[in-house]
């Protein structure tokens, strides 16, 4: 962990330096560009669904949707109390909702921090229609429906094989004290809501910053550009996919593969949910690598026995 922050903090030196000299550049197209990605594609979807979640979570709402659901969860993949209702939530809503979704759950002590952190390993899902909308862009709507498709069920092959042999022993005592006054709860939600938003704006900028910087001083081709765009931060190198010379197995492979690691901008937005949290990084971190190994592998499996 010591290697990985001083790696960083050389990363962040050498960028204030380049900032430096090439001030406006970063003002005029980083900043504003990132502050149109989050204004435009991120706030909107994350906003309502950050309030939404809160409600849920709070007001208990799918207690008797999901008493079902929750044991034919834990009983497939070794959990225990309202770990299938924050599988299900995190579908619905994507990430980072899907973390701010475990840390609550876990806060009400609805969940375990053994569930909270196996939860946190295969519950990244990125937002369909916003998937669907710029993979369009590359290739035709059976393309684009595959894609995601593995990419989600991926979350799943991770679960299995990252399940414990036995399940975990339930020693919590759940928390259904809720406050019922929705005038009361809703301010408070619209206050997280935001207070999540802003810092999902700083890591979005710090990370355009970087990529811009990294592209204006060291020419690359249009591959490496792609993937060390998608390294960083998805939207721009997704944004850019059809731009590759390739065969489109090839492009849906490295569409696939960034989707699903998530890029370093979705990591820092998870660290940042997390932070003063027990719920540990980590187990996200290897998640998307058993994630970007599973839907690939299965990606290509599927391809060619269907070809």
Not at 34 to 59: E, G
Not at 83 to 91: A, N, Q, R
Not at 122 to 146: A, C, E, G, H
Not at 258 to 286: C, E, M, P, R, W
């Amino acid at each position: 962990m010591n290697k990985i922050r001083n790696i960083f903090t050389i990363i962040l030196f050498f960028s204030m330096i380049l900032i430096l000299f090439k001030s406006n550049y970063i003002l005029e197209v980083s900043v504003i560009q990132a502050f149109n990605i989050w204004l435009h594609r991120v706030f909107p979807s994350l906003f309502i669904m950050f309030i939404l979640s809160d409600i849920i979570i709070n007001l208990n709402l799918l207690d008797n949707i999901c008493l079902f659901f929750n044991k034919i969860f834990n009983k497939l993949f070794h959990t225990t109390n309202k770990s299938g209702e924050v599988f299900l939530l995190s579908l619905i809503s994507g990430t980072p909702t899907s973390t701010y979704i475990i840390l609550k759950m876990y806060e009400k002590n609805n969940i375990t921090l053994e569930d909270a952190n196996k939860l946190i390993s295969y519950t990244y899902f990125s937002n369909p229609l916003f998937l669907y909308n710029i993979l369009s862009l590359t290739f035709n709507k059976y393309i684009v429906i595959k894609i995601i498709f593995f990419h989600y069920i991926s979350n799943l092959l991770v679960a299995f094989f990252k399940r414990q042999k036995k399940t975990i022993s339930n020693n919590i005592t759940t928390n259904n004290s809720t406050n019922n006054n929705l005038l009361i709860l809703l301010p408070k939600s619209i206050q997280n809501s935001f207070n999540t938003l802003l810092l999902i704006l700083g890591t979005i900028t710090f990370y355009m910053i970087i990529t811009n910087l990294i592209t204006y001083y060291i020419p690359l081709n249009n591959l490496f550009n792609i993937l060390i765009k998608g390294f960083l931060e998805i939207t721009q190198s997704l944004n850019v996919l059809n731009s590759l010379n390739y065969t489109s197995i090839i492009k849906e492979i490295i569409a696939l593969s960034i989707i699903s690691f998530g890029g370093l901008s979705i990591h820092t937005q998870v660290l940042a949910i997390l932070n003063d949290s027990k719920i540990k990084y980590k187990y996200f971190l290897k998640g998307r690598i058993w994630q970007v190994l599973l839907s690939t592998i299965t990606y290509l499996i599927y391809t060619i026995l269907i070809i």
